[in-house]
């Protein structure tokens, strides 16, 4: 079945660092692709998606590319800051689905002054 | 526009009781999904309805969870009784056409606490 593995947190950085988060995943056909991100206390809000082999989505900074080859979708940050202290999820919506979400485990994310 | 509203925001109850938990989606999407989040699980799809039919329930954990969805408008999630290991953060989440792709929404969640 389909299935998404991110990287395990926390992960613990400095204000202006650059920020990689690993997200893999395993599906059939071609799957559209989402990085959702939970602050403290709140639901999840989309921060960007891809939805076709070699798109870019970009938000706020962050930005990922579907890679087809290597099926992954790494989320990525030249220079993060406090604000962006989250948990971020990686997800995919399978082909041939209702557009419901599967999602990896979740990557905290502290971002000290 | 609006979000995805849930009620309660939070709920403590104990064993054994009945709990419901409600959901309005965006108002012209014809989607509407339940999620349960654990510390232990991460995010878990129960079930999810399209044009207010029941497409896939295969993640509710058991007979004790119910769904019903009444008209596009209202969703319930109930939980009778319930026991202390439902104490879980349950989302609803909302989407226009349920197409791959498509972005969905999610509300900001009902934090259930069974004691």
Redesign the interface.
Known sequence: GNSVTQMEGPVTLSEEAFLTINCTYTATGYPSLFWYVQYPGEGLQLLLKATKADDKGSNKGFEATYRKETTSFHLEKGSVQVSDSAVYFCALSGEGSQGNLIFGKGTKLSVKP | DAG?IQSPRHEVTEMGQEVTLRCKPISGHN?L?WYRQTMMR??E?LI?F?NNVP??DSGMPEDRFSAKMPNASFSTLKIQPSEPRDSAVY?C?S?R?????????????SWLTVV
């Open positions: 995805v989607s999904f991460g995010l799809l999810y399209n497409i896939d989302f989440a989407s056409t349920g197409g791959v792709g498509n972005t969905i929404y999610f509300g900001e969640g």
